[in-house]
Structures are given as C-alpha cells and as structure tokens.
C-alpha cells in the first residue's frame, strides 16, 4: 500500500504546491479531488493546469487517484448536487457527465481508479426507484470507463443511497443482473465510515472485500458520528486495519481524508503521516 493524502484536506493550497508539500513530507500519493482551482474541467485554463499537474506527479513519483466528491462544483448552492440518483433526467445527465470527464482525466494522469458514490436522495424516492435511476446513470459510467481502461471505485457514503458495503455489493449484483458488465467497478472503502455505521470488526470486512478493493480512504471517526476527525481523536483501532490491508496485500493508495482540517492542512498531513507511516513499515517488515 501507498500512503496517499487527499487534496480536500488541502482546499487552500495550489495543487503544484500541495504535490510538493506531500512529497517533502514522504506520501508516496495523492487523491485529488476535482474542485475549483484543482483540475477543474470548466475551467479555461484547464488543459494548461492537467500538464503542469502530470509532470509534477512523475517528477515526484506521486501516484493519484482522481476523487469527485467535491462539494460545490456542480452546484453553488446545494451540497454535492446533482447526482446519480437527483430525481430529473438532466442532472443526472450532467454528474454522468462530469463523470466522463474525471475517467479522461485520470487516464491522462495515469491514475490508478475514479472514485465516485450514489449521492443522497431528497425527494423521497423508494429504493427500488432510486436504485434505478442509479443503475441507468452507471451504465454510460462504466462504458466510459471501459473504453479508456480505467477503473472506478465506488465508495459507500453514510446518508447516500449506497451507504454500506451491503449496499454497494446489492448495487453490483443487480448490475450484473442486468447484463452489465462490473469488471471495472471496485470498491472504495472508508475507514471511517465502517467504523460510524458500525460494519465491524473493520479488518474482517477489509479482508471479505479484498477482491473488490481499488481504493481506501483513511481517518478517525466515532461510531454515529459521520465527522472525519484527526487519529487519536475518535475511537477506531488503527493496528488491525493496516495489518488486514497488508495481509491481503493491498496495493493501492491509503488516502488519508481530513476534509475539515485544510486550516492547519500542513500541520495535519505531517501528524497523519507520522501516525501512519510507522504502522506501515511494521506490517511491510513482518510481512517481507
């Protein structure tokens, strides 16, 4: 596994800056999450910023993993809107959209997944309803996908309709039900989640979801709680987690997600990657 640090906890650096400053530190990786000023599609000088950022990450030998859960970017004034289960057709249209453009960004950075997830659905919609708009959004997804041969990564949310790993393994089943082919949708797992909706021991369904896994984001957290907190200050027992990555030998990137600390973001990348750096070394020592 790659230490990684997610770009949402980094919200008042350029991202040029926010490669230097995590490579200093000693993170082998970086989760960016598309935002104004960080990879922004819409933006005019786009094209200009994806070849300053891709040179960058080779000079240092960062890996990425393109992230699209920023908050404000569709929309400025609700939360994460629109999403793959918003309720009309053409806001839909326009996450799967944004979508395609984050998989051909990734593919120009040579990143490893998309992460993604369903979003929250507001109008009241059943199940079996909103699974439908979920499952008609993917499909172009993962065609997009397959065409530039990369892989996504969805990530069970608290509050969203896909919000636990349960979910996300109905999700792939029905896809597959349906004639869809899933080789390219993995599995995002947050530390932090399992840990607020109580999907415990965590190491256990670490290793139950070690053929699916593409991703991981890493945090502390208390259980109910869905506030990602600085380690040492919730209630997860970090030793087991690692140790079950390594034993299944995950390879990918472990994104430390400190998405309310990027007031102190230098501060807080160097005490997550202190905390985590020696529990690393000791599992890639036992294990070699």
Same mark, same amino acid.
């Given at each position: 596994?790659?230490?990684? $640090? ?8 350029? @991202?040029? %800056?926010a490669?230097d ?13 598309? =935002?104004?000023?960080v990879?922004?599609?819409?933006? !005019? ?17 960062? &890996? ?14 609700v939360?994460?809107?629109? *999403? ?6 053409a806001a ?9 453009? %984050?998989?051909?960004?990734? !593919?120009?950075?040579? %990143? ?14 059943? /199940?079996?309803?909103?699974? #439908?708009?979920?499952? &008609? !959004? ?6 997009? %996908?397959?065409?530039k ?12 309709l ?10 792939? *089943? ?28 965590i190491?256990?369904?670490?290793? &139950? ?19 990602? @907190? ?19 030998? $995950? =390879? ?9 600390h ?7 990348? /160097? ?9 690393? #070394? ?7």
């Amino acid at each position: 596994m790659r230490l990684a $640090y997610n770009t949402n906890g980094l919200a008042h650096h350029d @991202l040029i %800056a926010a490669i230097d400053l995590l490579t200093t530190i000693g993170y082998q990786g970086i989760g960016i999450t598309l =935002d104004h000023g960080v990879l922004n599609p819409f933006e !005019s000088h786009f094209e200009d910023q994806l070849g300053r950022v891709s040179e960058s990450l080779a000079e240092n030998g960062l &890996e990425c993993v393109i992230e699209t859960g920023a908050r404000y970017l569709l929309n400025p004034r609700v939360k994460h809107e629109p *999403t793959l289960v918003s309720p009309e057709p053409a806001a839909r249209a326009r996450r799967v959209d944004f979508l395609r453009q %984050a998989i051909d960004i990734a !593919s120009q950075l040579d %990143a490893r997944c998309v992460s993604l997830w369903s979003g929250i659905v507001h109008d009241g919609a059943g /199940q079996p309803a909103a699974f #439908d708009r979920l499952i &008609e !959004s993917l499909v172009p997804v993962l065609a997009h %996908a397959d065409a530039k041969s990369m892989d996504l990564a969805f990530e069970p949310e608290p509050g969203m309709l896909v919000d636990t790993l349960a979910a996300y393994n109905q999700l792939v *089943t029905r896809l597959e039900s349906g004639g869809v082919n899933t080789d390219r949708l993995g599995l995002t797992i947050d530390v932090g989640h399992l840990h607020c909706l109580q999907e415990l021991p965590i190491s256990s369904k670490i290793r &139950e979801s070690a053929t699916q896994l593409a991703n991981v984001h890493i945090e502390d957290m208390n259980a109910g709680i869905h506030e990602h @907190l600085m380690f040492g200050e919730g209630q997860i027992d970090f030793p087991p987690v690692i140790a079950a990555l390594a034993e299944i030998r $995950y =390879d990918g990137l472990l994104s430390v997600e400190l998405s309310r600390h990027s007031h102190e973001g230098p501060l807080a990348a /160097q005490k997550a990657y202190d905390f985590l750096r020696p529990m690393i #070394d000791s599992v890639t020592t036992k294990s070699t």
